[in-house]
């Protein structure tokens, strides 16, 4: 399948028409890379800017927020917009341990839930298996989560 682009305004922004990823998926890539470059100190720029530098529609972008929010690379801030949480200075491990530590919190992964595997996480945050080895062994330590030889990882508490 080939992929035509189209030029949004603005930036530069492309993005291709069909994707097997998906677009949201791409844009998510594209501002994490940035994040990275910490071209965002002072926050993101809004939906509806992201959208026209893409040439896309605001679900699409919302889509792309969405799962910068999930991976924990990006926090919503009541009255502020969209923030870049502790900067580029925050590891890997620990942005994923921040984002499982909410999810037990908020009960997305509740007391005696199994986390997911290694492979599942570190596709998942897109990093290496050792990224996540260290984040869950983090949590381990601290009380958050247990491992059962030859079954899993699972939530002990949520404090």
Request: hydrophobic letters at 40%; charged letters at 25%.
């Amino acid at each position: 399948m080939v992929a035509h682009r189209r030029q949004g305004p603005g930036k530069g922004g492309c993005v291709p028409q069909a994707s097997p990823r998906g677009t949201y998926l791409l844009i998510s890539e594209s501002l994490r890379a940035r994040i990275a470059e910490g071209r965002y100190v002072d926050g993101l720029p809004s939906e509806a800017e992201i959208g026209r530098e893409f040439g896309v529609a605001r679900t699409t972008v919302r889509r792309a927020l969405r799962a910068l929010e999930e991976s924990g690379d990006v926090a919503t801030v009541a009255g502020v917009g969209r923030q870049v949480p502790g900067g580029a200075q925050r590891a890997p491990y620990e942005r994923i341990m921040a984002d499982l530590l909410r999810q037990i919190r908020e009960g997305v992964l509740p007391v005696g839930a199994r986390l997911p595997s290694e492979a599942v996480m570190a596709e998942t945050y897109g990093v290496a298996r050792g990224t996540v080895r260290r984040a869950v062994r983090e949590l381990e330590t601290a009380g958050h989560v247990r491992a059962q030889h030859g079954v899993g990882r699972f939530v002990s508490s949520a404090t």
